[in-house]
């Protein structure tokens, strides 16, 4: 009888020597990613015009990174190296520190901030977001995180945006949307950036109101987020009313009209990208489904 033939397996150390060849790699890939960013800022001259954010960029790295993932590394892994390198390569084209509200609770917005820009650039504590957008408003580039939900004591930190020289919302963390995310608190983020780097998916309004009541907050609450603090100066209220996409402001301020009260201003704050949601077994697993 002739002998069976039998694969040769990798052994160990082929293995181990297979994961030093990647790791190598890898490294590799980001001093040339480094490489090429060097070219650009030559080229885009981003040193001098100060912000290098590029948030309808981003979106759409995060969203191909979640499309083409798969096997059993968990997204969580991927997402924050991708949010490491990106925000570590900005920061290289032009240095901006990232201001953000303790007030909520330290150790979550520390995870965010940390999670989201890692540790290459540097986190400045405030308590309250009306010092982190004043902060910004005094930078050159910086960027703020402001929590993207209404607590105690917040205040209407949002008017400070109306101005036209006024930083903007530009983003809503996490733009990966699932119920166990690591760094799952959500914050706005402030900052200045060109127009056509902006994404305009969910426009961002401070609406100010009187005769604020709780048919009016049910009426809007049906399809936007709504973010509402006492306004004794109008006995009413500050809005901060974020209108997803396929949705228009008008249709927000017939709402709060029929609803019984009276609008009294308008102002465009910001906008953002839609999150992408997935659900969260798929996120532990690496193989996520939109």
């Known amino acids: 009888m002739g002998k069976t033939h039998q694969t040769d397996k990798p052994s160990l150390n082929d293995l181990r020597a297979e994961i030093d060849r990647i790791d190598e790699t890898m490294h590799g890939l980001l001093m040339e990613r480094g490489e090429i960013i060097d070219r650009l800022i030559s080229v885009k001259k981003t040193a001098e015009s100060g912000s290098a954010f590029r948030p309808a960029r981003e979106a759409d790295m995060m969203r191909r990174l979640v499309q083409r993932h798969h096997g059993i590394l968990p997204l969580d892994t991927a997402e924050g190296i991708w949010r490491v390198i990106i925000s ?10 990232v201001h953000a509200d303790l007030s ?3 150790a ?3 995870d965010t901030a940390r999670f989201h820009f890692g540790f290459t650039v540097p986190f400045v504590p405030h308590m309250g977001s009306a010092s982190v957008v ?3 408003s005094a930078s050159k580039g910086d960027l ?4 993207a939900f209404a607590s105690a004591n917040v205040g209407d930190w949002w008017t400070s945006l109306e101005f036209e020289s006024a ?3 530009i983003a809503r963390l996490p733009f990966i949307d699932r119920p166990d995310h690591p760094a799952a608190l959500p914050v706005f ?3 200045r950036t060109s127009a056509d780097a902006m994404v305009t998916e969910v426009e961002v309004w401070s609406v100010r109101v009187s005769g604020w009541n709780a048919s009016a907050a049910r009426a809007v609450s049906t399809f936007t987020e709504v973010i509402a603090v006492p306004d004794s100066a109008f006995d009413g209220a500050a809005l901060l009313i974020s209108v997803p996409a396929g949705r228009k402001m008008a249709e927000v301020t017939d709402a709060l009209i029929k609803a019984g009260t009276t609008v009294r201003s308008t102002a465009l704050v910001g906008s953002h990208a839609t999150r992408y949601t997935v659900a969260a077994d798929s996120a532990r697993r690496g193989s996520p489904k939109s």
């Open 88 to 97: 570590t390569f900005t920061h290289v084209q032009a240095p901006f520190s």
């Open 167 to 169: 930083p903007k919302i």
């Open 104 to 106: 909520t609770g330290d």
């Open 144 to 147: 703020g995180l402001v929590p």
């Open 134 to 136: 004043a902060a910004v």
């Open 108 to 110: 979550l917005i520390r």
């Open 189 to 191: 983020v402030v900052s």
